[in-house]
């Protein structure tokens, strides 16, 4: 399993960024792509998921309405467009798989990718 984050950078509060991930070495269409993130000092926290096409994407709370993910299952590709962003979204961005909550409430994934850096500064 391969997944390659790439888009990251720095914004202005209230800028946008778009996140691409590229997934190999599973096949792609049948499963729930994610996008968590996590900030210096902090846990993972789960950003958005979504199925296929068809379904609704699920985000956190924290950016509902703000961000979108979306797919493209013939590219093995996940978006996340990313507006309005502010200094509390400053985090590493993972695009991942198989995402779920231990017994201690923290976020586990079995595969993520690299992570791609964005920080919202002025």
């Known amino acids: 399993v391969q997944l390659v984050e790439s888009g990251g950078g720095w914004v202005q509060p209230g800028g946008s960024l778009r996140l691409s991930c590229v997934a190999s070495?599973?096949?792609?269409?049948?499963?729930?792509m994610n996008w968590v993130r996590q900030a210096p000092g902090k846990g993972l926290e789960w950003v958005s998921s979504?199925?296929?096409?068809?379904?609704?994407?699920n985000y956190g709370r924290s950016v509902q309405g703000r961000f979108t993910q979306s797919r493209d299952n013939a590219k093995n590709t996940v978006i996340l467009q990313m507006n309005n962003l502010q200094p509390e979204d400053t985090a590493v961005y993972y695009c991942?798989?198989?995402?779920?909550?231990?017994?201690?409430?923290?976020?586990?994934?079995?595969?993520r990718g690299q992570g791609t850096q964005v920080t919202v500064s002025s």
């Open positions: 979504i199925l296929t096409t068809d379904e609704p994407t």
């Open positions: 070495g599973f096949t792609f269409s049948n499963e729930v």
């Open positions: 991942a798989r198989e995402c779920t909550y231990n017994s201690g409430y923290q976020l586990t994934c079995t595969n």
